[in-house]
């Protein structure tokens, strides 16, 4: 069973047009994280959250938002898209409490914009 | 700073053996780990090795630590066509309590027949 859910697995938007995703957990782990991963490259950390701590990386664009309303759910909020958006999003948990407990990936949304 | 690095391509024969190589740059790291991405997928854990050991066996897959040369390793035996995919290195430091795990770039790994 998937620990880790996001939805949609595809999402398709305008130029400019404000976009949500989420994900969802069943691990009652406290630390969810976003990645967003380009072809070919490593993912890259947009964000996370240790419990209701947000954490933003520096280099993160301030069109990229976030929000965690409880344990189980952790939505990425891109205001105004672009083209160079476009990628994977993935969404990852882990317990952050025990540096041998790795991060739980859900599959991904694959975001274009059109 | 930290740093993975991985080379990005290996192409084997099906039921040859694959060796996947990362360096790391931080040597304090505790645990390393390689992840698997299957195409329009997420990253699927493999298998993780700690700092204190050499080697770790789990079917398949060995991992070799190297900490003196900050190496690791992935081997797989009897590589299979659903072994194509794209594997990641990735170590977290335990300095300052961090959590967050530095990948590599991932190493494509293309099995024919």
């Known amino acids: 069973d998937a620990m880790v859910i996001q939805n949609p697995r595809y999402q398709v938007t305008q130029f400019g047009k404000p976009v949500t995703l989420s994900c969802s957990q069943t691990?009652?782990?406290?630390?969810m994280y976003w990645y967003q991963q380009k072809s070919s490259q490593a993912p890259k950390l947009l964000f996370h959250y240790y419990d209701k701590d947000f954490n933003n990386e520096a280099d993160t664009p301030d069109n990229f938002q976030s929000r965690r309303p409880n344990t189980s759910f952790c939505f990425l909020d891109i205001r105004s898209p672009g083209l160079g958006d476009a990628a994977m999003y993935l969404c990852a948990t882990s317990s952050g409490t025990d540096h041998n407990q790795p991060q739980h990936f859900g599959d991904g949304t694959r975001l274009s914009i059109l | 700073g930290e740093d993975v690095e991985q080379s990005l391509f290996l192409s084997v024969r099906e039921g040859d053996s694959s060796v996947i190589n990362c360096t790391y740059t931080?040597?304090?790291?505790?645990?390393l780990y390689w992840y698997k991405q299957e195409p329009g997928a997420g990253l699927q854990l493999l298998t993780y090795i700690f700092s204190n050991m050499d080697m770790k066996q789990d079917q398949r897959l060995t991992v070799l630590l190297n900490k003196k040369d900050k190496h690791l390793s992935l081997r797989i035996a009897d590589t299979q066509t659903g072994d194509s995919a794209i594997y990641f290195c990735a170590e977290i430091p335990p300095s300052g309590g961090s959590y967050i795990p530095t990948f590599g770039r991932g190493t494509s790994l293309i099995v024919h027949p």
């Open positions: 931080d040597s304090s790291s505790t645990y």
């Open positions: 691990l009652n782990h406290n630390v």
